[in-house]
């Protein structure tokens, strides 16, 4: 059964510093891979995805990241923070076809001035 | 830029009472789905639904719930009679296609937070 882990519940970092955050599945064929975000009263938007190719992806508002097949891991990363980036971040993994995605118990991020 | 939209925001009902909660897909897209997430806790796949019949659920979705595209536009899902542990934020999505690929991404509504008393 495909499962992800995000293993920090919340995260506290200054505006202008760099993020990180971890995501880490389990899936026993090549993974369809999702970083989403949810701000307050909003929806899940999607940030990136990773479906083949350059293990290197990049999103939507700066961010990035990386998948890892040797690690099971895809994590999120952006140089700068700004204090808009202030969210709920949830990884996802899929398979083939997008079907029934698990998503893992997410990542709050607040910035700090 | 084409969105999910769903209606209502936020609905309060009492235990035992049907809820209809209802989704708008982006117009062109086939693939629907319907998720849910109680509070602190991760979002989970309930249904998802193509050519008018549901291609897969989970053991969450029992007979208690239900799922219905009633016209060209809108996608329902409907909960027969409420439990207290339905109480959640259940997100509608929908995708263009399952080819594997650009097109295959799920987007999601802003979400009905649903409060049972």
């Known amino acids: 059964a495909q499962s992800v882990t995000q293993p920090d519940i919340h995260i506290t970092v200054s505006e202008g510093a760099s993020l990180e955050l971890r995501c880490n599945y389990s899936?026993?064929?090549?993974?369809?891979l999702f970083w989403y975000v949810q701000s307050p009263g909003q929806g899940l938007q999607l940030l990136l995805k990773y479906f083949s190719g350059d293990t290197l992806v990049q999103g939507i508002k700066g961010f990035e990241a990386e998948f890892k097949r040797s690690q099971s891991s895809f994590n999120l990363r952006k140089p700068s923070v700004h204090w808009s980036d202030a969210a709920e971040y949830f990884c996802a993994v899929g398979p083939f076809g997008n079907e029934k995605l698990t998503f893992g118990t997410g990542t709050r991020l607040t910035i700090i001035p | 830029e084409p969105e999910v939209t769903q209606t209502p925001s936020h609905q309060v009902t009492q235990m035992g009472q049907e809820v209809i909660l209802r989704c708008v897909p982006i117009s062109n897209h086939l693939y629907f789905y319907w998720y849910r997430q109680i509070l602190g806790q991760k979002v989970e796949f309930l249904v998802s639904f193509y050519n008018n019949e549901i291609s897969e659920k989970s053991e969450i979705f029992d007979d208690q719930f239900s799922v219905e595209r009633p016209d060209g536009s809108n996608f329902t899902l409907k909960i027969r009679s409420t439990k207290l542990e339905d109480s959640a934020m259940y997100f509608c999505a929908s995708t263009e296609s399952l080819a594997g690929g650009v097109t295959d991404t799920q987007y999601f509504g802003p979400g009905t937070r649903l409060t049972v008393l």
């Open positions: 899936y026993g064929a090549t993974p369809y």
